[in-house]
């Protein structure tokens, strides 16, 4: 059982910035990725930015050099660093995380948080 809860989400103006920070509960089990994705309305969901258990990242091209995913797994926590934002950055954004289970190795599986709004707006 895991349980993400995002927060950090909010209103800024354009070439603001915003922290998000998504917290993985619960025991028993070893996360190995962890991700944003955002949806906006009318839009299918995408993938914003993903970090491995030993830091790798990957990141979607339109925030390339503007948003920074990182981890601190002693917290199970990952964040997103989201500067220079644009308006077409507003969306919902979602923590994801893939992990194992400690007993049952076999027992792989993906969660998900509940969203925060981030709204890109003058």
């Known amino acids: 059982q895991v349980q993400l809860v995002e927060s950090g989400g909010g209103l800024v103006q354009p070439g603001g910035s915003l922290r998000l920070s998504c917290a993985a509960s619960g025991s028993g089990f070893t996360i190995y990725n962890m991700g944003w994705y955002r949806q906006a309305p009318g839009k299918q969901r995408e993938l914003v930015a993903t970090?491995?258990?030993?830091?790798?990242?990957n990141y979607a091209d339109s925030v390339k050099g503007r948003f920074t995913i990182s981890r601190d797994n002693a917290k199970n926590t990952v964040y997103l660093q989201m500067n220079s934002l644009k308006p077409e950055d507003t969306a919902v954004y979602y923590c994801s995380s893939f992990q194992v289970a400690s007993a049952l190795p076999a027992y792989r599986y993906t969660s998900w948080g509940q969203g925060t709004q981030v709204t890109v707006s003058s």
């Open positions: 970090i491995t258990d030993d830091g790798s990242t």
